[in-house]
């Protein structure tokens, strides 16, 4: 039996220490594989269970000069933090936390603000997890887990809303002082006459004071940079608020010398020309502007979430001793007996318990069409009573334990996770403010040392190199994107539960389907009857007894048939069943085997070559109807012909996944000739038949090892294992319990068209996120060098420090608007 196991690692310094314990574990007899991450210090091990221990992993760890011990998965928690202004920030928390012992992994994200720490609580506390984000220079905020998903959010949004109003607040301030401020500054260049009193030409004292009076408000308003980003430099851990308060400290320090060289009298003229006080303020207003505008960007990324979040009524009508009491939503919990009146939202999950009406379930499953609800049918919280009738409904679930609870926090979760494709903006925004800090440095001593330009011209190259630098977009550029793409999919009824299952969802280039509930409705009725030396109702009844054990799709088609015809059914008093062949039975006296050809001929049942048996056979099989073979007493008895009709919608799914480059198989345990028949309606390529369900799994593997991408379809019941072993597991919803279990992407309706949803929004979202690190790094690629001076160099203009803090705001704008542009994206047409 193949384990997952987790240890923490003691005694690696370096990656050639990650590296050899890699090799040395995972070339171990019967380990599968071992993956070694040097930055949190744990190693994942796959092994079989059976062949070698833990402890025998352990000691191989030590033998090569480490200490190992289990990490028990404990407590998952996801914390809010505050004081994060880019990726820089994010990704040195990321690895601050994740060396802590005892964390067995921290996710944190730029883009909704929030860590997610799994860690042993027998090792590590949670108070000492916020000490060490305060340490870190943040803010540790609510404990999502303690206060229930739809609690934090809100709390989240109000303070976002809150946060967004102060720097609205303080972008208008800065801009009122700043405006002026460069129409005195930059006036006289285009002959805008000034009053003599602050005339560089007249009063050079006054032209100076006047800038300083209005600059010192703008560096007030803009105080968070110098609040975070000195002590971050102190710390050596510089981020993007370090750049920025590094670059217009410099601006205004060396103007305020000009200013004091003006008030002693050294040539105040030449100095009163030499200010840059409306540079440091210019720069500090157009990245307050920029931060605003992508915080309301970054705002509106989440607004599937809020609308999921809102589907929640407020209050609920309980029936109680036959009298009505409207009560609020959290007071009711399971048991209770809600009243649904027409036009009224469900304020619980629950099962119909008197009424017939018609349900909305498209914020939910994304189909637009009412389902009809009667007695016995559940019906999920959140859900509108669109019909004309009132339902009684009998509570389930309440709470985090409701569908959309689940669908909340399993969208929540995939919001805050990471894609392989960002490890690269990952790594390169760990290193990037001490290597933008170095390259400003190097290019200003260049500059003044190598080139006949004066020290303020360096001192610009400085400020522009330091100011244009833009860690934050190349952050951004991967959470933004995959929280609005899974958000946009909840919306369209596709759940998809990480990052990774996004990306790994447009590579796919073959699908392997399951044949029932997947392909087919799921609802198998008897079709036709032969019947050897039975009459037809005395043989069906036999079957009906026999199967009514089971919960086999089969079984159940075969008693309803019964049900209908309403016939007498004799008593079963033995019943085995042989898994993935059939049923052995004691019925009404008699020895009864159901199941396919194999599994009688196994038993020595004779006439199953008969030409009417064989007839039949290939009549039913040639329909693409599934032979129940039925013997009594050593016999055959009867063959019973099962028919489950493909989905509507399946032919034209398949034929644009092909048209989209992608192999479809379809894997069933029906033999050969009636798989054929299925997959030649559905205009499918490939059959694998008579398929065990506990070797689906098997036959994904082979696909894999083929080099293929796969992924499998299935209601995730009885394929789970296949679901699991393929590189993506997709699940329809007609199971949805253990579908959202099961399953990387859920569809929630269960039609073959949300297939081509996930498939489509996944390369849609994939794409989004290949534009934004291309534009993030571009920004930064090409703005760094200008900033530098590169195009001065050859004859070109140098770099104002205003136009490259102009730019390093657009870049994250750009990024974040972007990314917005997936809450659109609509899926094509069957």
């Known amino acids: 039996m193949i384990m997952k196991s987790k240890f923490t690692i003691k005694g690696m310094t370096c990656s050639a220490c990650s ?21 949190t210090e744990t190693m994942i091990a796959e092994y079989d269970s059976e062949k070698v221990s833990e402890d025998r992993i ?43 012992d005892g964390v067995g992994e921290a996710q944190v994200s730029l883009a909704n603000e929030s860590a997610k720490i799994t860690f042993n609580p027998s090792q590590v506390s949670l108070r000492d997890i916020r000490q060490t984000v305060r340490d870190a220079g943040f803010e540790p905020g609510s404990l999502q887990d303690e206060m229930g998903a739809k609690e934090a959010y809100e709390e989240r949004r109000k303070q976002t809303e809150e946060r967004l109003a102060d720097m609205k607040k303080r972008l208008i301030l800065a801009l009122a002082f700043t405006v002026p401020l460069l129409v005195i500054t930059m006036g006289h260049m285009v002959g805008m006459p000034l009053p003599q009193s602050i005339a ?4 050079p004292l006054g032209f100076a004071m006047i800038q300083l009076v209005l600059t010192t408000p703008v560096l007030w308003f803009g105080r968070d940079f110098y609040l975070h980003g000195y002590p971050n430099l102190f710390r050596g851990a510089p981020n993007m608020d370090s750049l920025i308060a590094v670059g217009t400290s410099a601006a205004f320090i060396y103007s305020l ?8 009298g050294i040539d105040p003229m030449a100095k009163a020309m030499d200010l840059y006080f409306e540079s440091a303020a210019t720069i500090l207003a157009l990245i307050l502007l920029g931060k605003y505008q992508e915080g309301r960007a970054r705002s509106r990324t989440s607004s599937a979430i809020e609308k999921l979040m809102d589907l929640t009524p407020r209050k609920a009508i309980l029936i109680e001793d036959g009298q009505q009491r409207e009560v609020p939503v959290e007071e009711v919990g399971p048991g209770d007996l809600m009243l649904v009146r027409p036009g009224d939202r469900v304020g619980a999950d629950g099962k119909v318990e008197e009424g017939h009406s018609a349900i909305d379930e498209s914020m939910l499953t994304g189909e637009s069409l009412p389902v009809s609800k009667d007695s016995g049918d559940d019906v999920a919280g959140g859900t509108v009573n669109t019909g004309g009738g009132a339902l009684k409904i009998r509570v389930t679930h309440v709470g985090s334990d409701t569908m959309l609870a689940r669908i909340i926090k399993l969208v929540q979760d995939a919001q805050g996770s990471k894609a392989p494709i960002s490890s690269l903006a990952d790594t390169v925004s760990f290193y990037f403010v001490p290597a933008v800090m170095a390259v400003a440095v190097t290019a200003a001593l260049c500059w003044f040392l190598f080139s006949a330009e004066p020290f303020t011209f360096a001192l610009r190259i400085f400020i522009s190199v330091m100011v244009i630098a833009c860690p934050c977009a190349m952050g951004l550029a991967t959470p933004t994107a995959i929280m609005v793409g899974t958000g946009r999919g909840a919306q369209l009824g596709v759940l998809i539960k990480s990052g990774e299952a996004l990306e790994t969802a447009g590579k796919i280039n073959s699908i392997i389907f399951d044949k029932t509930g997947t392909l087919t409705y799921g609802r198998p009725e008897v079709a036709e009857i032969y019947t050897a030396d039975f009459a037809e109702d005395e043989l069906l009844a036999m079957a009906a007894s026999a199967e ?5 799709p089969l079984a159940r088609a075969v008693v309803r048939a019964a049900e209908d015809r309403k016939l007498s059914l004799p008593e079963t008093t033995e019943f085995e069943a042989v898994a993935g062949r059939g049923i052995s039975t004691l019925t009404g006296g008699r020895k009864l085997l159901l199941g396919n050809r194999e599994f009688l001929e196994s ?12 007839k039949a056979f290939d009549k039913f099989a040639g329909a693409g109807q599934s032979p129940l073979f039925v013997s009594c007493d050593g016999r055959l008895a009867g063959i019973l012909a099962i028919a489950d009709r493909i989905k509507d919608e399946a032919p034209m799914t398949i034929d644009r996944l092909h048209k989209q480059g992608v192999e479809v198989v379809m894997l069933t345990g029906d033999n050969k000739t009636v798989a054929a028949e299925i997959a030649s309606r559905a205009g499918i390529d490939r059959v694998i038949a008579g398929v065990m369900p506990d070797r689906k799994a098997e036959e994904v593997e082979k696909e894999k090892q083929a080099g293929r991408k796969v992924a499998m379809i299935g209601d995730g019941i009885n394929d789970a294992p296949a679901l699991a072993t393929a590189d993506l597991g997709i699940a329809m ?47 930064n690629v090409l703005g760094i060098p200008v900033a530098a001076g590169l195009l001065y160099v050859f004859g070109g203009p140098s770099l104002s420090p205003m136009f490259a803090a ?16 997936l809450r659109f994206f609509e899926p094509e047409k069957l």
Do not use: Y
């Open 58 to 100: 352990m000691e191989a760890v030590s033998d090569a000069g480490f200490e190992a011990s289990p990490l028990v998965e404990g407590t998952s928690v996801s914390i809010s933090i505050s004081g994060m202004t880019c990726s820089a920030c994010s990704s040195r928390l990321e690895r601050v936390l994740g060396n802590m």
């Open 548 to 552: 009514n054990q089971s919960e086999h």
């Open 806 to 821: 102009a730019a390093m705001a657009l870049s994250s704008v750009t990024v974040v608007s972007n990314a917005l542009r």
């Open 200 to 203: 560089p030409s007249t009063s």
């Open 19 to 39: 590296s050899r314990l890699e090799r040395v574990v995972g070339n171990m007899n019967d380990v599968e594989s071992a993956s070694v991450n040097l930055a």
């Open 603 to 614: 038993s020595f049942t004779a006439g199953l070559d008969s030409d009417a048996a064989q």
């Open 257 to 264: 010398w000009n200013l004091i060289e003006i008030i002693l």
């Open 733 to 779: 919803g007609t199971g949805i319990d253990v579908a959202i279990e099961s399953g990387d992407i859920v569809l929630m309706k269960g039609e073959l068209g949300g297939v081509l949803s996930a498939l489509s929004l996944s390369r849609a979202t994939v794409r989004n996120i290949k534009q934004n690190l291309f534009w993030a790094f571009a920004f």
